[in-house]
């Protein structure tokens, strides 16, 4: 009974192994709506940042930034300025998302 227990355990390890082992190699094919790298000084015309929900004392800067650490400077994100504060912004997508798809 015991050495059945144990090569029950053993197949389903095994089948289960094999399965994720399959899931792994299917090539994923993922559309992408919204690409964005930071690596400009435009990226403030393709973002908009909110501003109109809260006070501009309660609103925190964006800053522009590679951060404490980078491997390359010109790599760059966004990053919030102050801790304690507001943070908005939004980007138009090219082409209008259904979540429902």
């Known amino acids: 009974s015991h050495t059945l227990t144990t090569t029950t355990i053993s197949i389903s390890t095994m089948k289960f192994s094999m399965i994720t082992t399959a899931a792994l190699l299917v090539p994923a094919a993922a559309e992408v709506f919204l690409k964005e790298q930071f690596n400009d000084e435009a990226w403030t015309d393709r973002w908009t940042i909110?501003?109109?929900w809260k006070s501009e004392s309660d609103l925190g800067e964006w800053k522009h930034t590679t951060g404490e650490y980078y491997a390359d400077a010109s790599d760059k994100g966004i990053?919030?300025?102050t801790d304690a504060k507001f943070y908005g912004i939004s980007a138009k997508l090219d082409k209008p998302y259904n979540s429902s798809d």
């Open 79 to 81: 990053q919030t300025g």
């Open 50 to 52: 909110s501003s109109d």
